[in-house]
């Protein structure tokens, strides 16, 4: 088993899950900057939609998709458990990943493709900048509920799950493109400063 993996929130996520799991997956590092990932042989045999991470299993195959691989991964590797040992603990961290993923990861990450990675996207996939600062400000608003729905101390409640490992790796990227974490938000500031003290953000950096 390795993993395909590049710079960015989406790899960041999965390796930040593996360092939490405590398992060591060979990297194969993906020039993405250079378009690695959009032509052969990458967009051949690892990933037909030129994406990032891909993990490669040792039959060749591979699972795309971040919350694809990390349920690979709880199923193959389930302590410490990152979803859950019961339906309703997976369940529950299934519907959190799922809020964070719409409401706040996928309009920021396209705020940024519109914008700050407009050259770096130009010619790989449709790009709408004039709906740049209105995706922004729609993971603004997905912050602003999550920080009025927060019970904490983690996401999901008691338990450090998938779903902080996902908001943590697109909160701090947003933090580098111009959509820093409103100081407004304590909850949330809080939570952060708490999942950056964890040995696996680190290690995922």
């Given amino acids: 088993m ?3 993996t590049s710079i960015g929130p989406n790899p960041r996520t999965v390796k930040m ?3 939490e799991k405590g ?3 060979p990297f194969v590092k993906v020039d993405l900057m250079g378009g690695e990932n959009r032509r052969e042989p990458y967009n051949a045999t690892v990933n037909r939609a030129g994406q990032t991470p891909a993990l490669e299993l ?3 195959s591979t699972v795309t998709e971040i919350t694809a691989i990390c349920e690979y991964l709880e199923e193959q590797h389930p302590n410490p458990p990152l979803i ?3 339906a309703q603990e997976r369940a529950a961290t299934r519907m959190w990943t799922r ?7 996928e309009p920021m990450a396209n705020g940024f493709r519109y914008a700050e990675g407009l050259q770096l996207f130009q010619g790989r996939m449709r790009l709408l900048p004039e709906a740049a600062d209105g995706l922004k400000a729609v993971a603004r608003d ?7 729905e927060f019970k904490g101390p983690w996401i999901a409640g008691d338990r450090f799950t998938l779903a902080d490992v996902l908001l943590f790796a697109f909160v701090d990227f947003g933090g580098q493109v111009g959509q820093p974490l409103d100081p407004a938000f304590g909850k ?4 952060f400063e708490r999942v950056k003290a964890r040995p696996s953000a680190a290690a995922s950096a």
């Fill in 2 to 4: 390795k993993l395909h």
């Fill in 17 to 19: 899950f593996l360092a």
């Fill in 23 to 25: 398992l060591d997956v």
């Fill in 58 to 60: 040792d039959d060749g």
């Fill in 84 to 86: 859950g040992t019961t």
């Fill in 99 to 105: 809020r964070v993923d719409l409401k706040i990861c």
């Fill in 142 to 148: 997905g912050l602003e509920w999550l920080e009025g």
């Fill in 188 to 191: 949330l500031t809080d939570w």
